[in-house]
């Protein structure tokens, strides 16, 4: 596993870990600092997809699972 697809993982499932935390803030403002964060963790995976040479390091398995887990977070966000 390549560092860099373990780093883009971990960011996936700390951008889940944001959107749960929107769901349970009890204040709106602390809900949308949540959604930002997620925004940013998906934005961050997506710049770290799109740049060729880290691509090379991953396979496609790694990728096709990191395009998934973007789509379910995306979707997790317009649902908000």
Do not use: H
């Not at 889940?16 to 998906?42: C, E």
């Not at 390091?57 to 317009?78: G, K, M, N, P």
């Amino acid at each position: 596993m390549a560092p860099w697809f373990e780093f883009l993982r971990i960011e996936s499932e700390l951008a889940m870990t944001f959107i749960d935390s929107a769901r349970v803030q009890r204040s709106p403002l602390n809900s949308a600092v949540s959604l930002g964060n997620a925004r940013k963790a998906l934005a961050e995976i997506r710049r770290g997809l799109a740049k060729p040479y880290r691509q090379r390091y991953f396979t496609e398995d790694e990728v096709f699972s990191l395009e998934q887990r973007c789509a379910q977070i995306e979707a997790a966000l317009e649902r908000f």
